[in-house]
């Protein structure tokens, strides 16, 4: 594998950003960016963690009590694994609350509704980097997730800056892209915070979505990507 040139965090400017990470699904935050997660907590400069859908479609479900149950049961887990990343829960902001695989079309009223919360989160707390999945990852829902990002920041009027990450992607060409490294962190203390995911490692039945093996032993550091001018 050839390396390919970064920066540490603290080595920028960007140490003294506050940083708003914006996840998907309830896992994608600490299987993208948990180390960078505790990294910015310890340095008092994340805002906090949104998801873009209530995660409530990982599996089956015979009713929507049963769908309620299984939204709970997700956001608790990602409650859990802030928790054991940042010893803090308060980074848990309530979720955008679009449906896992059905992301809202652009203009719709709930795609114009997520963008004005979050407009209102960064002008709130002066947010100057909002964390995103990679624009062309596999996954529909972290695709939206990345424009939504993009259409927020455009509307914001100071400077802020969308910084993408991994989850199911691949890492962008060093052409297109800054790499910026988090610090490195225990790997069990990772491994703790994905273990708070349960329905997402043992799944109550066949049908439902289980993390594969290959991402349940996570890397102890992160990149995220600044696109180049």
């Known amino acids: 594998m050839v390396s390919r040139p970064f920066w540490p965090l603290q080595a920028t400017t960007l140490v003294r950003a506050r940083w708003l990470i914006l996840a998907p699904h309830p896992d994608d935050e600490t299987i993208g960016v948990g180390a960078l997660i505790a990294e910015l907590a310890d340095l008092k400069t994340l805002v906090g963690v949104i998801h873009l859908t209530d995660g409530g479609g990982s599996r089956p479900v015979r009713d929507s ?24 829960r308060r980074y848990l902001l309530p979720s955008l609350g679009w449906t ?51 259409h927020c920041v455009q509307s914001v009027p100071r400077a802020v800056r969308v910084a993408e990450y991994c989850v199911w992607g691949t890492a962008p060409s060093s052409r297109t892209h800054r790499s910026i490294r988090s610090a490195c962190m225990p790997r069990g203390r990772r491994r703790s915070a994905l273990r708070a995911h349960q329905s997402q490692l043992y799944p109550s039945n066949a049908q439902a979505f289980s993390l594969p093996m290959a991402m349940r032993n996570p890397k102890t550091f992160d990149f995220v990507y600044l696109r180049r001018s």
């Open 100 to 150: 896992d695989g059905r992301p809202a079309a652009a203009g719709s009223v709930r795609y114009r509704e997520s963008n004005r919360r979050l407009r209102a989160i960064c002008l709130r707390h002066r947010v100057d980097v909002i964390v995103a999945p990679m624009a062309d990852d596999a996954h529909c829902d972290h695709r939206a997730a990345y424009q939504l990002a993009t």
């Open 65 to 88: 009590a049963d769908r309620q149950r299984l939204v709970h049961q997700r956001r608790y887990e990602a409650s859990q694994a802030l928790w054991r990343l940042t010893g803090s």
